[in-house]
């Protein structure tokens, strides 16, 4: 999960500012997170809540996602989310948008099966996110931080993902060409590919980095499943930590804790 949050803060930057180098300041001064921090910790906080029921999940996550975008109007929410925010509502809108992938890292955290990570990750797309897509999108992430939490190898991992999306491609050979998208189907899968060509945790973000597209978005899921993978340090938990408030690096503690 924190490393989610290590990755939207990172390329935060480079979101509107593309950049095709791994090579790069991790934490600029103009680092901040993003609406991908804050709606992973209102996953974390729906999880908590839920007492291992996964209706009762989805109902709760609703509200906590509305709390949170009112507190934190300004986090730079797609224009869908946005009004779904505003105005309130609880249908979901058919959505394909990255945003359900972004935010699901707390799932393989909770989960104790890769069939209760592909549950609770379908329920927390759905209630937004329910196109095939957007759905697709949550369950290979939270299927393959799963797995990389729970020791899996880089090639089961790739298995899982290659189940879902073609992945014959390399970084090098899409470097040039990869543009902005906020689709899942044209995130995920790039940033998948920015974990299996890496060597570390640091790699995975600078690989995702240099890429460029969504970059935030892209880091976020990225850095979901190197962090579940590799580990991060202490140094590198603190840091990311430490651009958050009180009440959401609160959260991600007692979530942690739990």
Known sequence: MIGAIFGDIVGSVYEFNN???????LFGKKCFFTDDTVITVAVADALMQCANDIE??????IKTMHRYGKKYPDAGYGGRFSDWLYYERIEPYNSFGNGSAMRVSPVAWYADSLEKAIAYAK?????????PEGIKGAVVTAGATYLARTGASMEQIKDFVGGYY???????????????????????????????????????IRNGISIGGDSDTLCAITGAVADAYYGLTEVEKKKALSYLDEELSGVVERFQNR
């Open 123 to 131: 329920a927390s797309a759905e209630v937004t996110h329910n196109h």
């Open 19 to 25: 950049i095709k180098t791994k090579n790069f300041e």
């Open 56 to 61: 009762l999940f989805k109902q709760i996550f």
């Open 166 to 204: 073609d992945m014959n491609f390399t970084l090098d050979e899409i470097r040039p060409t990869y543009y902005f998208n906020e689709t899942c189907q044209n995130t995920v899968p790039q940033a998948m590919q920015a974990f299996f060509e890496s060597t570390s945790f640091e790699d995975a």
